[in-house]
C-alpha cells in the first residue's frame, strides 16, 4: 500500500512563497498521476494541482499562476511550489493519486495571514 507524507506548511504572510513536498512510499516512477489537495476549515477537499506520470499539470483557476508542481521520481517525492500565498490559500494540504485514492496521510498546515 502507498503512503504520502507530506511537509513544508508553515504560517506566512501574504505574498509570500513556500514549497511543499510529498515523498512517496514505495517507487513514484511506478504511480501514474499524482495531486496535490487542499481542505479548508468547514469546506471539502478540493484538488489543486496534478502531475501526470510523462509531466503533465493541471491546476484549479484560483491558483494557476501562483502554484507549480513537479515530480522528482529519482527522490519519490512531488512538490508544490507556492509563489505567492493569499489568505485563502489557508488550508491543510495533501497528495495523493489523481485516480484511486490510497489512505490519506496527515498532511501540511498552511496558515496565510494578510
Known amino acids: 500500500q502507498v503512503q504520502f507524507v507530506e511537509s513544508g506548511g508553515g504560517s506566512v504572510q501574504a505574498g509570500g512563497p513556500l514549497r511543499l513536498s510529498c515523498v512517496v512510499s514505495?517507487?513514484?516512477?511506478?504511480?501514474?498521476?499524482i495531486a496535490w489537495y487542499r481542505q479548508a476549515p468547514g469546506s471539502q477537499r478540493e484538488l489543486v494541482a496534478a502531475i501526470s506520470r510523462g509531466g503533465s499539470t493541471e491546476y484549479v483557476d484560483s491558483v494557476k499562476g501562483r502554484f507549480t508542481i513537479s515530480r522528482d521520481d529519482a527522490k519519490n517525492t512531488v512538490y508544490l511550489q507556492i509563489s505567492s500565498l493569499e489568505p485563502e490559500d489557508t488550508a491543510v494540504y495533501y497528495c495523493n493519486r489523481r485516480g484511486l485514492k490510497a489512505d490519506w496521510g496527515q498532511g501540511t498546515q498552511v496558515t496565510v495571514s494578510s
Open positions: 514505495g517507487s513514484l516512477v511506478y504511480e501514474n498521476a
